[in-house]
């Protein structure tokens, strides 16, 4: 059986074993205390005499032995240090000292890691129109009854799904939207919104444009993912920082220039691969598009436009109409976005040309 044994959960700052630090041998903790002093949750079955210490999403997983065994414990399941195992006293686990100590090292050691890694912390849903801004509308005709299609409503109720499954993902990341209501942010005050984010050094955001398609042919249907075109040239830097050279200046720009483009396409792709892989047959791909957007081109980030169906068409407006369809999409695109954070964190944050 698996319990839960301790819920406390206090941040842990880097640690540094200090040479001065002795292990007494018979030294030890009980649960209560180990937990406390690691900032940690624990799950141990009782079955296998196995657990597994949680620290700010590091997980390192042991087994218990005899008083004064040694063993392994496995950190994050790739690295492997040895301990003294935990041991069964009168019913209870004691923690001897040369476990506690080599674990709240390298719990340390990871976090302090974690600090300097390069990571995305933020993103942010833009669900397009609203308010006073419809967007693009639809009238059908469908089964007898009249079908109205708005885009503003559509985007919102993707937004917002989008929102709910990223934010239980990333607990750790600020997921934000440019409007959680029949609100008419303008596209000013969304590009507005993603600068005034506070980003450390090692920290990136992404920007996720969510709207729907109209057209004057009503044939037209099937969803398509936009990034930035490569061709359109944006300021990025800040040139004060350069004032004793404009050409650094001009060559650092064109290189975060370069970036972002890489960035962005590998954002659509994730994003359109994962729209094929849910949506199945259901509603055509139109693949990647490069278009000069306002809210790409002005938002100073890696940035996509998702257009998620023509609402003028009488098929995609009936898929967009149906709330398990929308789930669909926001569960596709939120594991494009995943995929992308995988890759941007795991390659510390280099994504390939």
């Known amino acids: ?52 210490f949680t620290v700010q999403g590091h997980r390192l997983a042991f087994y218990s032995g005899a008083s004064g065994e040694r063993g392994p ?33 390298t719990f340390g050691r ?8 390069f990571r995305i912390a933020a993103v942010i849903i833009d669900p397009g ?23 503003k409503d559509i985007t919102l109720d993707v937004g917002k799904s989008l929102y709910s499954l990223l934010s239980s993902a990333y607990p750790d990341k600020r997921i934000l939207m440019t409007r959680d209501g029949d609100t ?4 000013e005050d969304r590009v507005a919104a993603a600068h005034s984010v506070t980003l450390k050094d090692n920290e990136a955001i992404i920007y996720v444009s969510v709207h729907a398609n109209a057209s004057l042919n009503k044939s037209a249907r099937g969803y398509e993912v936009w990034y930035l075109s490569p ?38 792709r994730f994003i359109l691969n994962r729209f094929t892989e849910t949506l199945g047959s259901a509603i055509p791909s139109r693949g990647l598009k490069a278009e000069n957007w306002y809210v790409v081109r002005n938002a100073r980030m890696p940035s ?5 169906g023509f609402v003028t068409n009488q098929e995609d407006a009936r898929l967009m109409a149906d709330s398990a369809y929308l789930k669909k999409f926001s569960e596709a695109l939120y594991k494009g976005i995943a995929d992308f954070i995988e890759e941007f964190e795991s390659s510390g944050g280099y994504i390939a040309p």
């Not at 089964?143 to 109205?148: D, V």
């Not at 040239?233 to 720009?253: G, M, P, Q, W, Y």
């Not at 996509?304 to 998620?308: D, G, H, P, S």
Request: aromatic share 8%; with cysteine.
């Open 73 to 105: 414990a496995l950190m994050d399941g790739r690295e492997i240090i040895s301990v003294a195992l935990p041991y069964l006293e009168n019913g209870n686990l004691r923690f001897p000292e040369n476990f506690v100590t080599p674990v709240k090292y």
């Open 304 to 308: 996509i436009l998702v257009e998620l």
């Open 129 to 151: 129109h609203g308010g006073k801004d419809p967007g693009a509308v639809g009238n059908h005709t469908v089964g007898g009854k009249s079908l109205k299609s708005v885009e």
């Open 231 to 268: 061709e359109y040239r944006r300021t990025l830097v800040d040139k004060e920082k350069f004032t004793d050279s404009a050409e650094v200046a001009h060559i650092f720009n064109d290189m975060l220039e370069e970036e972002f483009t890489r960035e962005s396409i590998t954002i659509a």
């Open 184 to 187: 008419y942010p303008s596209l």
């Open 1 to 52: 059986m698996i319990r839960r044994i301790c819920l406390l959960i206090i941040p842990l700052l880097a640690m540094q074993v200090s040479s001065g630090l002795s292990a007494q041998q018979g030294a030890s903790r009980s649960t209560e205390e180990i937990c406390r002093e690691l900032g940690a949750q624990l799950r141990w079955d009782s079955f296998f005499r196995s657990g597994v």
């Open 110 to 117: 990871y976090l302090e890691e974690d600090v300097t890694r």
